[in-house]
């Protein structure tokens, strides 16, 4: 998510959990070269799947606290307006093999945004601490929600942020969407000079007037040494090396960790306003990671 710094704010608090960790997650790279493959044989190993969550279970069951973490309070460097609580309140299964994450206008607990009293409640989850991974196929297949304000979105941040910070930890935005381009979405890298506004990315738009929130889409990215390139229902739309961030760093060769959220509001999509109907939800079919 552009301009995000939640986690410079909130860097103290996971730096301890990510030191401990980190060891014992090991990072799944690719793109080694193998010894000649005997005739007959395949030339190469099919890709091994490293991370798959596909929310089954009943409904209203929390998510797989095996898999996914999730954080609580605002974010008051994008100027989002929800709360991010804990539980299941805004996110939890459905019964039928999806996670829904809610936005409701609420305020059942009197949280305390950083404008005040929160207007909204929302979810948003990581996979920090569990499961990390360098280069492969990372994919979700997910139904956006519609309406002024809504900010969904599926990304990554470098496990070494708790060390590094943001925006030298890098960060992988495999799918962003803003209430006000209902037919659009964008993939973007952020790294150490080309951050926020400034990140480096393009959008792709679904064809005739289609939203996207009218359907499910799948989004991904196929991740290798310095390349990342974005699909959106299996159509490349840009692919991006070290060559495209000005002589920066390029910081996206190295574990990552995974993000599913639902903001409302910020700077981006601007807030909610009266056309705007609650509750909103982001409903994900599954998150499945691959070696390639």
Known sequence: MTVRSSWRRRASLYAASLACCVASLAAVP????????PVGSPAKAAAAATFTDDFNGAAGSAVDGGKWQIETGDNVNNHERQYYTAGNSNAALDGQGNLVITARKENPNNYQCWYGRCEYTSAR?????????AYGHVEARMKVPR?????????????????????????????????????????????PGYSGSGGIGAA????????????????????????????????????????????NQWAFNKPFFLILNLAVGGYWPGDPDGSTSFPQQLVVDYVHVTTQ
Not at 30 to 37: E, L
């Open 30 to 37: 690719t793109g080694a070269s193998a010894a000649p493959a």
């Open 125 to 133: 989850l990581n996979t920090s601490g569990k499961f990390t991974q």
């Open 147 to 191: 309406g002024q304000g809504m900010w969904p979105a599926f990304w990554m941040l470098g496990d070494d942020i708790g060390s590094v910070g943001w925006p030298a930890s890098g960060e992988i935005d495999v799918m962003e969407n803003v209430g006000f381009e209902p037919g659009t979405v964008h993939g973007t890298l952020h790294g």
């Open 204 to 247: 792709y738009t679904l064809p005739g007037g289609q939203a996207f929130a009218d359907g499910f889409h799948t989004f991904a990215v196929d991740w290798a040494p310095n390349s990342v390139k974005w699909s959106v229902d299996g159509n490349v739309y840009q692919t991006r090396t070290p060559a495209d961030v000005g002589g």
